[in-house]
Nanobody
């Protein structure tokens, strides 16, 4: 089992950057595929990015490709989401999640953090 805690959210102007962090507890963090999701007010939760256990493979939703970068540091039990060129439509609560299995496309995650708010002003 793993517990996840996100941080790094906040208010930023359009075009700005934020880096989200997700700290994980547990000894098996390096064995999990990690993902980031977001949920805007009144909308369904949306997949954003995923990274393999080694960090060697990543996968992004088209709307963030070239702007967001997912990375992980297994020594620190932490996964990151670097968000650049932010747009108002990126405003949402961002969640990190963990799952077993190697697929980056499968979005059925078992463990979830509590979320961190990102607000992008125009």
């Amino acid at each position: 089992q793993v517990a996840l805690v996100e941080s790094g959210g906040g208010l930023v102007q359009a075009g700005g950057s934020l880096r989200l962090s997700c700290a994980a507890s547990g000894r098996t963090f390096s064995s999990y595929t990690m993902g980031w999701f977001r949920q805007a007010s009144g909308k369904e939760r949306e997949f954003v990015a995923a990274i393999s256990w080694s960090g060697g493979r990543t996968y992004y939703v088209d709307s963030v490709k070239g702007r967001f970068t997912i990375a992980r540091d297994n020594a620190k039990n932490t996964v990151y989401l670097q968000m650049n060129s932010l747009k108002p439509e990126d405003t949402a609560v961002y969640y990190c999640a963990a799952k077993s299995g190697a697929s980056l496309i499968n979005t059925e995650y078992r463990y979830w953090g509590q979320g961190t708010q990102v607000t992008v002003s125009s």
